[in-house]
């Protein structure tokens, strides 16, 4: 038996324990932050504060706020699905929030409208926000005692529109000085929907575990700064050059590639995707790209 086939045995077999080790640390040793129960983009200050901000689609107002003690938390939502589904989520399960400030620009998926519809008129049947003007205000995955826990904990200060960290301070302060105190109600789970848990997973990547050969072929990627575009050469398995590709960004090359079926394996696909989108930031900035290495700054 070759070297090379006694270590990718070997790889295998670790891979194996490893998968094993990491299902038992999931089940009974994962544990994130306690509060935020969901990622998203916010800066989390005291966390007993009354006072939670939404900076609607404002991502430079949420920067020049920032972390601060006179408030809970502070974000972005720039979607009236899942962007509130997770807004939800983090308020219900910390009771000392009682007010949610909305401020910021408006996104087009009208946000701060839909919140202000939620608190009013709630969801129907299908989980839809009543009378919300945007895209597909849908809410499917927080279950109705969550969405009604909501709906009681918070009033909601509505300043959509207004982008100066001062005046939305001001407000902070008022609100806070009309606490009334922690929510209370029945104790709400950080789940996903009517109690299911979410399954979460550490992430690792073992080269002979998760390679396999693309019959379709592969491909060489390289930067031409001179006529500022992406150059990629698709050879077949047997090295045979069989076309160039030219794309000013790594879009477009990979939209042509998976269009045309010059890609077979998933993992191949992936594996473009990173590569182009490391050649498209080397094109922009002017530094060196070379493939399967780290960006070089000139």
């Given at each position: 038996m070759r070297l090379k086939q006694i270590k990718t045995l070997i790889d295998k077999s670790m891979v194996w324990q490893m998968t094993q080790l990491d299902r038992i640390y999931q089940r009974w040793f994962f544990k994130g932050e306690e509060w935020p129960v969901v990622s998203g983009q916010f800066y989390v200050g005291q966390k007993d504060s009354p006072v939670a901000v939404c900076t609607l689609s404002s991502l430079d107002l949420m920067r020049k706020i920032g972390r601060r003690d006179e408030i809970a938390i502070i974000g972005k939502t720039f979607t009236e699905n899942l962007g509130i589904e997770k807004m939800i989520r983090n308020i219900v399960t910390n009771p000392s929030i009682?007010?949610?400030?909305?401020?910021?620009?408006?996104?087009?998926?009208?946000?701060?409208?839909?919140l202000i519809a939620l608190k009013e008129h709630g969801v129907d049947i299908g989980g839809r926000i009543i009378e919300s003007l945007g895209i597909l205000p849908v809410i499917k995955n927080v279950a109705p005692e969550e969405i009604a826990a909501f709906r009681k904990q918070i009033e909601i200060i509505d300043l959509t529109g207004e982008t100066e960290p001062d005046t939305v301070l001001k407000v902070v302060q008022t609100a806070r000085q009309r606490n009334p105190g922690r929510f209370e109600s029945l104790k709400i789970a950080a789940s996903s929907k009517a109690g299911a848990q979410v399954e979460n997973i550490r992430c690792w990547h073992r080269e002979s575990q998760d390679y396999e050969a693309d019959s379709a072929g592969f491909f060489v990627i390289q930067v031409n700064t001179q006529e500022g575009e992406i150059v990629v050469e698709h050879y077949s398995s047997e090295h045979e050059l069989?076309?160039?590709?030219?794309?000013?960004?790594?879009?477009?090359?990979?939209?042509?590639?998976?269009?045309?079926?010059?890609?077979?394996?998933?993992?191949?696909?992936?594996?473009?995707?990173?590569?182009?989108?490391?050649?498209?930031?080397a094109l922009k900035r002017g530094w060196l790209y070379e493939q399967n290495k780290g960006l070089i700054e000139l």
């Open positions: 009682r007010f949610l400030i909305l401020s910021g620009r408006e996104s087009p998926h009208r946000v701060g409208q839909s069989l076309r160039v590709l030219h794309g000013e960004n790594s879009l477009a090359i990979c939209s042509t590639i998976i269009r045309n079926g010059w890609v077979t394996i998933p993992g191949h696909a992936a594996y473009l995707g990173r590569e182009l989108g490391k050649a498209e930031l």
